[in-house]
């Protein structure tokens, strides 16, 4: 094993042994093992270039003089007052269900840490009457979207964890009996992890005695995660053709959508995003565009004030497609671009406090300032790969499909409250529109077993309801 330890050290990062002869032989061996998984998978000599190519891309993209423009009319559309185009690519998308021919990928590989839980993200409880976690209620939309379909197929729920979630993501799954799904529809599998370095991009840190700081790879970690856990060859075995993918902490996602993914259907798009409008110009938020004539999501920091002020002949800002990060993809396209996305795509730096393993010491350093670099990779970095003409949007209406939960109670927003409130606001103007008396300043659950998008509540019209948080099973 003494080759890996060469490895490392020709590649700069003999601090990594500093301790070596301290260690016991067991506790030696564990080092050398857990260097040599990482260097099996992507050498340390291309490790440190990734991160230095990351360090130069953000300083190039601050001075950046690409052509910014919005997307064209033949690829932007809205279901925002449109019902009847939102009809049909409803009827195109349950058609596509019934068929068996559309699979769910759920990333959720995030711990609760920012809202104060040791559990995975989609355990977390929001606070609704029910106390439903947010993996309960997605499991639920696809159990209705299989009983409004009668498909005989079951939805592929595709769940990517990581490391720190995965055991406890499964056992949660298990102790709640798959939320009535079928145990066989759910496929766990994992994304991948990047070594941690210091704030140059030269220096691995270690995390422990016999092991290097590693985490979560970023959301554009899924393309390679898909090929290293054989996701595309599972596909065409079930006769799989779209996919529908989306992010574990907005209650609001229509997993499954068939409205978007009958869209994506109608237009022969390989590869379609969801945007909601932005809130107003100074909104920090990435916004779905051009670049280049390319598509792209732009961060609101590499765009001028002029530009993300401008309005169209409609008066809406031009600039106004916010992403939200849920996406179609065809599954002719993964077959095609797939293999190159893993092989092309760039890593992007993210400053952080990185507790770390001081050998002079033998204890643990806890920063209290940025110490460190993490490499991430961003899931929409593979639409400029991706002609115009294939790629599609479509925007929808905000309180209808997105509330992020990403920070804790209390903080001023994307918070638990701010997504209970959103969920139940959502349910209760269902009702009002089924024929429900609802009174002011009540409001009502309505359960996605009960109805997936505000269908088959006729029931309740003409009932009032006067007592707040009731529950609609």
Not at 311 to 322: H, M, Q
């Given at each position: ?121 989609g355990c977390y409880d929001i ?115 779209h996919v529908y993918m989306y ?227």
């Amino acid at each position: 094993m003494t080759y890996i330890k060469e490895t490392y050290v020709d590649s700069n990062q003999q601090h990594l042994f500093e301790h070596f002869d301290d260690l016991t032989d067991v506790e030696q061996t564990e080092l050398l093992n857990n260097l040599k998984v990482i260097s099996d998978r992507i050498s340390p000599h291309k490790l440190v270039e990734d991160c230095q190519n990351a360090i130069a891309l953000s300083e190039t993209n601050k001075h950046s003089t690409s052509v910014i423009s919005s997307l064209p009319e033949s690829s932007y559309y809205s279901i925002i007052g449109n019902k009847k185009e939102e009809e049909e690519y409803r009827k195109l998308g349950l058609e596509a269900i019934s068929k068996g021919e559309v699979a769910v990928i759920l990333m959720a590989g995030g711990q609760g840490t920012r809202l104060g839980s040791s559990q995975p993200k989609g355990c977390y409880d929001i606070g609704l009457p029910s106390h439903k976690s947010l993996f309960q209620i997605q499991a639920e939309k696809i159990l209705r979207l299989q009983q409004l379909t009668g498909s005989k197929h079951d939805i592929p729920w595709y769940i990517m964890t990581s490391k720190p979630t995965r055991q406890t993501t499964e056992q949660y799954f298990k102790d709640n009996s798959y939320f009535n799904l079928k145990k066989s529809q759910i496929t766990f599998f994992n994304q991948g992890t990047l070594p941690a370095f210091d704030l140059n991009g030269e220096k691995l840190y270690l995390g422990s005695k016999t092991e290097l700081v590693e985490s979560p790879d970023g959301n554009g970690g899924l393309y390679r995660a898909m090929v290293e856990n054989n996701l595309l060859e599972d596909f065409h075995k079930k006769n799989i053709k779209h996919v529908y993918m989306y992010c574990v902490d907005n209650v609001l996602s229509k997993v499954a959508d068939p409205v978007f993914i009958g869209f994506a259907i109608k237009y022969n798009f390989k590869l379609a995003t969801k945007a909601v409008r932005k809130r107003d110009a100074a909104e920090s938020v990435g916004i779905i565009a051009t670049k280049d004539g390319k598509p792209c999501v732009i961060e609101y920091s590499e765009i001028s004030q002029e530009l993300s002020e401008a309005i169209d002949e409609t008066g809406l800002l031009k600039l106004r497609a916010a992403n939200i990060v849920n996406h179609y993809y065809s599954v002719e396209l993964f077959d095609q671009q797939l293999t190159n996305w893993c092989d092309n795509m760039v890593y992007h730096i993210a400053k952080k406090k990185i507790p770390y393993f001081d050998p002079k010491t033998g204890k643990i350093s806890k920063p209290t300032e940025p110490n460190g670099i993490k490499l991430e990779q961003f899931i929409f970095d593979v639409f400029p790969s991706v002609n115009i003409k294939d790629f599609g949007c479509l925007e929808v209406e905000r309180s209808h499909e997105f509330a992020p939960l990403k920070n804790a109670s209390g903080s001023a927003n994307d918070n638990p409250e701010t997504s209970r409130t959103a969920y139940m606001n959502l349910g209760t103007s269902w009702l009002k529109d089924s024929g429900a008396d609802v009174k002011d300043n009540v409001l009502v659950e309505v359960s996605g077993t009960l109805s997936y998008s505000g269908e088959n509540l006729q029931q309740y019209r003409g009932q009032i309801f006067d007592i707040n948080d009731t529950i609609l099973e």
